[in-house]
């Protein structure tokens, strides 16, 4: 386990408890900051913007968890560091290679807004090992669900490249865990009020994976992000048909959220029948409401 403060424990069933994994360490990416993501500083202005992903959202978080209505119901667990191997479930090794050279030179902007600082890859790691314990918590029978709490983000982070403030994929890790350890089918819902494209990519050509991504009608915002989020992506060759988009009109509230999730969400989850549900819950979509029947589920923020 990683150091850090004791957590308390609850002595509530585990089957009822929220079991949540956090580490720390992972305040350590520093993202820098500039004019919203770009890093910059024009040279006249008194006050420069933090980083749209910054450390105070999660602390904000944490604090919630810690002292808000629903303490008594989490069991708290600490996170770790992933091994580089357990990276190439997911990405690729020129990759990977690509971000440990970044890091040993100091940091660099992996692409637009991404930066990767000193203390961001050891952070990187810790996300991806905290996530990957939150799996295997689950898969090892201690709990019904598991929520890991962590930064950087990786909805975004394809099998080959970093994108959206992303540098690994912790979502497709945990999925791929799964999947290794027995899992017949996992089901990812991504609720962030961006496109999930990275997952989505990973799992592209699977039929044992179903990515669902609620998220606004954006496009394409660049190389870094070739996918549009629109309801043709829909998977290839034996994953067509197991990669479903629900672009959003700007502005949609809890009402057109819970309608989505009735009529698509739900059916969709229910025909595929998986044995595992990843739930990708990007604090920028506000709040929906989602019933979850008798199943493994683990959820990564």
């Not at 957590?7 to 350590?28: C, R, T, Y």
């Not at 290839?236 to 698509?264: C, K, M, R, S």
Request: proline residues 5%; glycine residues 12%; contains cysteine.
């Amino acid at each position: 386990m990683a150091s850090g403060e004791a957590f308390p424990s609850s002595s509530l069933q585990a089957d009822n408890l929220i079991h949540v994994f956090w580490d720390e360490g992972m305040l350590k990416h520093d993202t820098g900051t500039g004019v919203f993501d770009t890093g910059m500083d024009p040279g006249f202005l008194d006050v420069l913007e933090k980083h749209p992903e910054n450390a105070d959202r999660v602390k904000n978080i944490l604090s919630i968890l810690k002292r808000g209505p629903i303490s008594p119901f989490i069991s708290w667990h600490h996170g770790r560091l992933a091994l580089i191997s357990e990276l190439l479930s997911f990405h690729t090794q020129e990759y990977v290679n690509e971000l440990i050279e970044a890091d040993r030179n100091g940091g660099k902007e992996i692409c637009g807004g991404t930066f990767l600082n000193p203390g961001s890859w050891d952070a990187t790691l810790l996300a991806a090992g905290t996530t990957l314990s939150a799996m295997q918590h689950i898969i090892d029978g201690h709990g019904k669900f598991a929520y890991a709490l962590v930064r950087p983000p990786g909805h975004h982070a394809q099998p080959t490249q970093a994108d959206g403030y992303c540098f690994l994929n912790n979502a497709g890790l945990a999925v791929q865990l799964a999947l290794d350890s027995g899992c017949r089918k996992v089901a990812v819902l991504d609720i962030d009020v961006h496109y999930g494209n990275g997952t989505a990519d990973g799992f592209y050509r699977s039929d044992k994976v179903l990515t669902i991504s609620l998220h606004m009608n954006h496009g394409s915002w660049g190389p870094s992000h070739p996918q549009s989020g629109t309801i043709d992506e829909l998977g290839e060759g034996v994953g067509f048909g197991y990669n479903l988009n629900i672009p959003l009109p700007n502005g949609t509230g809890d009402e057109g959220y819970g309608y989505a999730v009735q009529h698509l969400v739900v059916p969709a989850i229910e025909k595929f029948e998986p044995d595992m549900m990843v739930l990708v819950v990007g604090q920028d979509s506000s709040a929906i409401m989602l019933i979850v029947h008798n199943m493994e589920l683990v959820w990564l923020c």
